[in-house]
């Protein structure tokens, strides 16, 4: 059983920064793809950045430019930098992660609230 536990979120004015951690507690060196999702109010799960295995990356469209995904091996950790914040990027965030042979695991989320 792997396990994601986020951390780094709080409020925000609009324009300001936050910046995402996910701790796995399984190494990252060999997962497959891993990132993170959002869900916020009334709406449905979402993409936000993910990366492959292979370097390949994606964000969805509405944080394109603005959020940058990362990660460091070594700390097992998975980071997302959020810049120029809106209201509308208010949401629970979720880390998420695939290995092959262990299949898909889900963080508990962390709450980003961005105030007009």
């Known amino acids: 059983q792997v396990q994601l536990v986020e951390s780094g979120g709080g409020l925000v004015q609009a324009g300001g920064s936050l910046r995402l951690s996910c701790a796995a507690s399984e190494s990252i060196f060999s997962v497959e793809n891993m990132g993170w999702y959002r869900q916020g109010p009334g709406k449905q799960r979402e993409l936000v950045a993910t990366f492959a295995s292979g370097g390949y990356t994606n964000y969805g469209d509405s944080v394109k430019g603005r959020f940058t995904i990362s990660r460091d091996n070594a700390k097992n950790t998975v980071y997302l930098q959020m810049n120029s914040l809106k209201p509308e990027d208010t949401a629970v965030y979720y880390c998420?992660?695939?290995?092959?042979?262990?299949?898909?695991?889900w963080g508990q989320g962390t709450q980003v609230t961005v105030s007009s």
């Open positions: 998420w992660g695939y290995w092959v042979r262990r299949g898909n695991y």
